[in-house]
DNA sequence: CCATATATGTACTTATCGGTTCATAATGAA
DNA sequence: TTCATTATGAACCGATAAGTACATATATGG
């Protein structure tokens, strides 16, 4: 047995990055070798095919860049409003300044139905999105900053689809002064008596 | 002086449909041939190339296929309830139906920032949906149905947002049922005393 | 320290990419 | 009817796509 010379994680996540911004058809296998620092041979041989890195990437992304994984109100649950003020903050920061969208959106328009392993991965990712926003919404109908008569998870499912909206928008768009007024506009309709 | 043979038309309406389903990394020149059933002489004869016939394919979708298009309160204004309404119902039967979502969207997020032709048409597009949407706003805004406090420009952009968040949603989850719901959010946000 | 199993890089393969060349066909103006 | 002009499709082009073959390097278990 001889060991790898590379990082396999480190070359996953090097991958990521390229499928990330220049999403699958636009990337070649060149490509892939240059950013991960490796030869044909040991590519084919850790990874398989470049469909599979792929979707390693992205599985790769939804465990470690959704925005919800960094804005989970840490240091500790304060607010409702902190929270969801910090996610879309953030979205808005990452869709204006560092120019991407949600590797998860992209790959649900690229593959449309076309790729039973992408619209997985996909799903799931936007299913436990949905679920940390639904924890929010409970958390603030608990404070009393979101009005309890709503259903929680109809507001968590507005609340996702409007991260989505913002981000195409903001690609079509490119104005962050228009992001923020919209999702203000969201975060009314969330917690009324707040704004 | 020896006329076309083809319809040009309907060549860029066929090549259209090619990249709208597929967009342009993922469809081949072989592929346009095919769909617009002409040879290569023709083809660079009389579109240049690959690239400048997907900028007329994305205008060609922005001045036919556009939602608003179809949905531009016809026969007559009768409500803005009634056109928002529409105008969404019309946008989740696409999004789940005809497995199909917005041209412009998808160019905004495979082009980033990187073509400004691109960037140029699809800024053209929102523009111009925003403003239909302005318009019923403000009609609404007239009749009462809508509140004359709200900024009918948010609400526009607003409203714009949510119908690329649905779609984005749609493809990620497809589920009709909850596309309605988010609809459903997104109206009552805009006309509270009609839902 | 040797043998074997795996890692790696180079060279290669086959197919397709977007695009060009060019001979030929068809047209309208003279 | 001729002639210049343009449309057309088949053959062709270099570049690149994803993936394979294989010789060589290297580490570890015995």
Redesign the interface.
């Known amino acids: 047995m001889r060991q790898r010379e590379f990082d396999t994680q480190k070359a996953i996540h090097n991958a990521m990055e390229v499928f990330w911004?220049r999403?699958y058809?636009?990337v070649s296998t060149k490509d892939l070798l240059t950013a991960m620092g490796i030869g044909k041979g040991c590519f084919y041989a850790a990874f398989g095919s470049k469909r599979e890195l792929y979707l390693l990437a992205l599985r790769h992304y939804r465990v470690s860049k959704m925005l919800i994984k960094q804005s989970n109100r840490t240091p500790g649950p304060t607010s409702a409003d902190e929270s969801l003020r910090k996610l879309f903050g953030q979205l808005i920061d990452r869709t204006i300044n560092q120019?991407k969208?949600c590797m998860?959106?992209?790959a649900?328009?690229?593959f449309?139905?076309s790729d039973s392993a992408v619209a997985e991965i996909?799903?799931v990712g936007?299913?436990q999105l949905e679920e940390t926003i639904l924890k929010i919404i409970l958390y603030g109908q608990g404070t009393g900053e979101i009005p309890k008569d709503r259903n929680p998870h109809?507001?968590s499912?507005?609340i996702?689809?409007?991260?989505?909206?913002?981000?195409?928008?903001g690609?079509?768009?490119?104005c962050r002064e228009?992001l923020e007024?919209?999702a203000a506009?969201?975060l009314?309709?969330v917690m009324p008596n707040k704004h």
Chains 1, 2 share one sequence.
Not at 171 to 174: G, V
């Open positions: 911004s999403s058809k636009g120019h969208t998860l959106g992209k649900a328009l690229e449309r139905g996909v799903d936007v299913s109809t507001l499912r507005f996702t689809a409007n991260l989505y909206g913002i981000q195409v928008w690609r079509a768009k490119l228009n007024e919209i506009t969201t009314s309709v």
